[in-house]
């Protein structure tokens, strides 16, 4: 058994029975070999030690694949620390992404979740995606339209597809000026203004509002997506508790957050074994020590319990639960 220590971020005491590390080339002989995809473990919670895992993290590079005065369109290897190629495109004068600074994990893995954090998501970076797919046995090419992009989600987590397509490159357009993103009211209240017009200065400022709201590890960050309602819904819940904070979405729906629903049922700090709902961010659950896989989907489903209680609101884990080894 291999242990998982640098294969997740939750610190868990999990092994896997095989872990494949392999380079693009070497994919399409080893896939079929492995149950679950990952990239650098950042969003997992391991239910017990697990069968076999193809690792992406060695898979890396870029290459520019057209440029004009304005724009830039890259191509980057899924298996790149996704923080550190936010760093690598701010030294290129590559713009855009500078307030999806210093999130955790992979390019890769950045696209199965189109990530999002204050005001920016990854989606409209997105050209396109390749990969191999163990299905059909063949490299696909998958422009951004067909990924089905939406809050938190892509078809990489669909069925057919998770742990059936291994992403290997990621394609996104860029900006080659930089125009700051100061929408979120976090970031509003932080920034300089002046300032905010150096994109350094705006990646530090992101990176300082994600570690004082972060623990350094045992985390998977948020644990839960931030549920969207409807506008019945909301009223419901606004008659319930009139100062909800809520955001407006494109298609007419709110989404409120998980952390304020959390905070309010009084479960800031509530611990099961080692597992806590984190004090500074209760979106956050955290290893305090010695949890076990029980105790934190205890917590879990206990946070869910309550809220459900409290709110009539199912909260949906933004953690992928990945099931143990079967044994025999
Ligand atoms: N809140 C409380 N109590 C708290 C903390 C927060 O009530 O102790 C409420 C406040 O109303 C606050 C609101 O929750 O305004 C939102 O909190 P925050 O700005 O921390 O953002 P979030 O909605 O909880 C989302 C993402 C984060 C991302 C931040 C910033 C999801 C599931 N999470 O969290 O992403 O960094 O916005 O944009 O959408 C992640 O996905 O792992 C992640 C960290």
Same mark, same amino acid.
């Given at each position: 058994?291999?242990?998982?220590?640098?294969?997740?971020?939750?610190?868990?005491?999990?092994?896997?029975?095989?872990?494949?590390?392999?380079?693009?080339?070497?994919?399409?002989?080893?896939?079929?070999?492995?149950?679950?995809?990952?990239?650098?473990?950042?969003?997992?919670?391991?239910?017990?030690?697990?069968?076999?895992?193809?690792?992406?993290?060695?898979?890396?590079?870029? !290459?520019?694949?057209?440029?004009?005065? *304005?724009?830039?369109?890259?191509?980057?290897?899924?298996?790149?620390?996704?923080?550190?190629?936010?760093?690598?495109?701010?030294?290129?004068?590559?713009?855009?992404?500078?307030?999806?600074?210093?999130?955790?994990?992979?390019?890769?893995?950045?696209?199965?979740?189109?990530?999002?954090?204050?005001?920016?998501?990854?989606?409209? =970076?997105?050209?396109?995606?390749?990969?191999?797919?163990?299905?059909?046995?063949?490299?696909?090419?998958?422009?951004?339209?067909?990924?089905?992009?939406?809050?938190?989600?892509s078809i990489f987590q669909e069925k057919?597809?998770?742990?059936?397509?291994?992403?290997?490159?990621?394609?996104?357009?860029?900006?080659? *000026?930089?125009?700051?993103?100061?929408?979120?009211?976090?970031?509003?209240?932080?920034?300089?203004?002046?300032?905010?017009?150096?994109?350094?200065?705006?990646?530090?400022?992101?990176?300082?509002?994600?570690?004082?709201?972060?623990?350094?590890?045992?985390?998977?960050?948020?644990?839960?997506?931030?549920?969207?309602? *409807?506008?019945?819904?909301?009223?419901?819940?606004? !008659?319930?508790?009139?100062?909800?904070?809520?955001?407006?979405?494109?298609?007419? *729906?709110?989404?409120?957050?998980?952390?304020?629903?959390?905070?309010?049922?009084?479960?800031?700090?509530?611990?099961?074994?080692?597992?806590?709902?984190?004090?500074?961010?209760?979106?956050?659950?955290?290893?305090?020590?010695?949890?076990?896989?029980?105790? =934190?989907?205890?917590?879990?489903?206990?946070?869910?319990?309550?809220?459900?209680?409290?709110?009539?609101?199912?909260?949906?884990?933004?953690?992928?639960?990945?099931?143990? !080894?079967?044994?025999?």
């Amino acid at each position: 058994m291999i242990p998982l220590d640098e294969y997740h971020t939750l610190g868990l005491p999990v092994s896997t029975s095989a872990l494949f590390l392999p380079s693009e080339e070497e994919i399409p002989e080893i896939a079929c070999s492995a149950t679950y995809i990952i990239g650098e473990g950042s969003n997992i919670l391991p239910l017990g030690n697990l069968p076999p895992i193809l690792c992406t993290r060695a898979i890396k590079g870029y !290459q520019i694949l057209r440029e004009s005065i *304005s724009e830039v369109e890259v191509e980057v290897a899924a298996g790149e620390n996704w923080d550190a190629w936010v760093r690598f495109c701010i030294a290129h004068g590559w713009h855009g992404l500078e307030n999806l600074a210093a999130i955790p994990g992979t390019v890769g893995a950045a696209v199965v979740q189109n990530i999002g954090a204050y005001g920016v998501e990854l989606a409209p =970076f997105l050209v396109k995606v390749r990969g191999w797919n163990k299905r059909l046995e063949a490299w696909q090419e998958l422009p951004a339209h067909t990924c089905k992009l939406s809050y938190r989600h892509s078809i990489f987590q669909e069925k057919g597809w998770q742990d059936d397509f291994i992403i290997t490159r990621v394609t996104l357009r860029l900006k080659k *000026s930089f125009e700051p993103v100061l929408t979120y009211p976090d970031v509003r209240k932080r920034v300089d203004k002046v300032r905010s017009h150096d994109p350094w200065y705006l990646y530090q400022v992101i990176r300082a509002i994600r570690s004082e709201k972060l623990p350094a590890q045992g985390s998977a960050g948020s644990f839960f997506k931030n549920p969207i309602l *409807s506008e019945a819904e909301l009223q419901r819940l606004q !008659q319930q508790a009139p100062e909800i904070p809520f955001y407006s979405m494109p298609d007419g *729906s709110f989404k409120v957050p998980a952390a304020w629903l959390i905070d309010r049922a009084g479960l800031k700090g509530y611990r099961i074994g080692d597992a806590e709902v984190y004090e500074k961010q209760p979106l956050v659950l955290v290893n305090r020590g010695k949890a076990t896989p029980n105790e =934190f989907l205890a917590l879990a489903r206990e946070v869910q319990r309550i809220v459900w209680e409290r709110w009539g609101i199912r909260l949906e884990p933004e953690v992928r639960f990945l099931e143990a !080894q079967k044994t025999a």
